[in-house]
T-cell receptor, first 113, second 115 residues
Framework: DTAVSQTPKYLVTQMGNDKSIKCEQN?????MYWYKQDSKKFLKIMFS???????INETVPNRFSPKSPDKAHLNLHINSLELGDSAVYFC????????????FGPGTRLTVT | EDQVTQSPEALRLQEGESSSLNCSYT??????LFWYRQDPGKGPEFLFT???AGEEKEKERLKATLTKKESFLHITAPKPEDSATYLC????????????????FGSGTQLTVLP
């Protein structure tokens, strides 16, 4: 059983489009995260939710909007995609807030053309 | 400015050739240092957490150590299946203020172990 799953794995789209990435965890964890990994492999936190409540919102364009319908799901919607949004996006979860033994999903490679 | 720097960027070893990866950090109020392994096309996989200088953790051929300024990931007699990118990350600051509610990652060391 996959602990943290993301869909889709690959996403190729054109500038200006709107797209969503879905994430689900079946670990019973309270806290979920979205990270962006750029071409230099740096992982940067974008958002974190704890029990459906937003607790971290880094300096991310407001074109990015996370949504957590329940504590097992954290989706990422991106409006008006730009070339610079091309990256790999990872979802992760941890048992509770401020516990950083995080479990990562397989990533979604987003390419904006 | 808070920074996490990993070196070398890439390391090629022969099977059985032991070595160390370095993670140096300049952050205030370190609360924990984490090592992850990332295989190509996959998400990072948690390896170790270190909380205080002098602490050591071991798992199979890997041993992580921590000082007040850096952490080392020692790889003893590596095998080709140890090939991956190794990431370190730090948690620092205050949980109540929110600054410690996230990790700051380094850019990783890409390890290749040749048979």
């Amino acid at each position: 059983d996959t602990a943290v799953s993301q869909t889709p794995k690959y996403l190729v789209t054109q500038m200006g489009n709107d797209k969503s990435i879905k994430c689900e965890q079946n670990l019973g964890h309270d806290t979920m995260y979205w990270y962006k990994q750029d071409s230099k492999k740096f992982l940067k936190i974008m958002f974190s939710y704890n029990n459906k409540e937003l607790i971290i919102n880094e300096t991310v364009p407001n074109r990015f909007s996370p949504k957590s319908p329940d504590k097992a799901h954290l989706n990422l919607h991106i409006n008006s995609l730009e070339l610079g949004d091309s990256a790999v996006y990872f979802c992760a979860s941890s048992p509770r807030i401020a516990v950083y033994e995080q479990y990562f999903g397989p990533g979604t490679r987003l390419t904006v053309t | 400015e808070d920074q996490v720097t990993q070196s070398p960027e890439a390391l090629r070893l022969q099977e059985g050739e032991s070595s160390s990866l370095n993670c140096s950090y300049t952050v205030s109020g370190l609360r924990g240092l984490f090592w992850y392994r990332q295989d190509p096309g996959k998400g990072p996989e948690f390896l170790f957490t270190l909380y205080s200088a002098g602490e050591e953790k071991e798992k199979e051929r890997l041993k992580a150590t921590l000082t007040k300024k850096e952490s080392f990931l020692h790889i003893t007699a590596p095998k080709p299946e140890d090939s991956a990118t190794y990431l370190c990350a730090v948690q620092h600051g205050s949980i109540s203020s929110g600054s410690a509610r996230q990790l700051t990652f380094g850019s990783g060391t890409q390890l290749t172990v040749l048979p």
